[in-house]
């Protein structure tokens, strides 16, 4: 009786403290509903955020593919390699078969967020390659042979530095001071041209004389016919995590 006595006289307690507005219970009810509205709010701004990266990764990938045929697979491997902010892309394939084409494309969209929505895709003559956006000077593009000079890819010499007894190239313009880069045919470089491109590729680092540049590489896509034959480009070839076989379009 006592027990049963003791329950009922802490019921009608806790009846009063929440009809009269205690202020423990009131106090800790009002923190519990400001603890879930907070909850609420944050997530309502999470997922805010994963729609607008979903929003900008799908626009970006059809800008990317707009207009080709067959390139879908090459299109999202660049991005997730220019996402990545780390890695580069190595394309295998014959010539004419669009490598440039997207390379040229994901230099615009990295270097420049402004670029108006992707064209419709429903037809393939209603496409023109000013609506899939315009190369971007942050990108560098060269063709590379045997032939090719370091002060086409990393920029001349400096004549006023040589003036002062001074090693120093001019890069404004060249891979040292570009985002995106595209280098075609990159296994037929000579040594000159490849010591150059294993510490811009890797370390994000450019050595111009005595300074050491940092360099604002995202990605590059490099373009070959075939696979290197010599153990010399084992070292260039381990470079690209991510590697592609470029086939001709299908007759289907």
């Known amino acids: 009786c006592q027990a049963l006595s003791g329950a009922r006289w802490e019921a009608q307690r806790d009846n009063q403290e929440g009809t009269s507005g205690g202020?423990?219970?009131c106090g800790m009810a009002r923190k519990a509903q400001n603890r879930s509205g907070?909850?609420?709010?944050?997530?309502?701004v999470e997922l805010e955020k994963t729609?607008?990266?979903?929003?900008?990764?799908?626009d970006t990938t059809s800008r990317l593919e707009c207009g080709l045929v067959e390139r879908e697979v090459e299109a999202r491997v660049i991005l997730l390699a220019a996402l990545c902010n780390e890695h580069h892309v190595l394309l295998l394939g014959h010539p004419g078969t669009a490598k440039s084409e997207l390379a040229r494309r994901m230099s615009s969209l990295v270097a420049s967020s402004s670029s108006p929505p992707p064209p419709s895709t429903s037809s393939s003559s209603s496409w023109s390659s000013s609506q899939c956006g315009t190369?971007?000077?942050?990108?560098?593009?060269?063709?590379?042979?045997?032939?090719?000079?370091?002060?086409?890819?990393?920029?001349?010499?400096?004549?006023s530095a040589l003036d002062n007894d001074s090693f120093h190239r001019c890069t404004a313009g060249y891979l040292p001071s570009a985002s995106v880069a595209f280098l075609d045919e990159i296994f037929r470089a000579n040594s000159a041209?490849?010591?150059?491109?294993?510490?811009?590729?890797?370390?994000?680092?450019?050595?111009?004389?005595?300074?050491?540049?940092?360099?604002?590489?995202?990605?590059?896509?490099?373009?070959?016919?075939?696979l290197p034959e010599t153990s010399d480009l084992a070292a260039l070839y381990d470079r690209f995590l991510f590697r592609v076989q470029v086939k001709a379009v299908s007759d289907e």
């Open 23 to 25: 202020p423990i219970r």
């Open 38 to 44: 907070n909850s609420c709010t944050n997530r309502t």
């Open 51 to 58: 729609n607008s990266v979903r929003r900008k990764i799908s």
């Open 135 to 159: 190369p971007h000077p942050h990108g560098f593009f060269l063709l590379l042979t045997s032939f090719t000079t370091p002060e086409e890819v990393f920029g001349p010499l400096s004549l």
């Open 193 to 226: 041209v490849l010591n150059g491109l294993l510490s811009v590729m890797n370390e994000r680092t450019f050595h111009n004389g005595r300074e050491t540049e940092t360099v604002p590489l995202k990605c590059v896509v490099a373009a070959s016919n075939s």
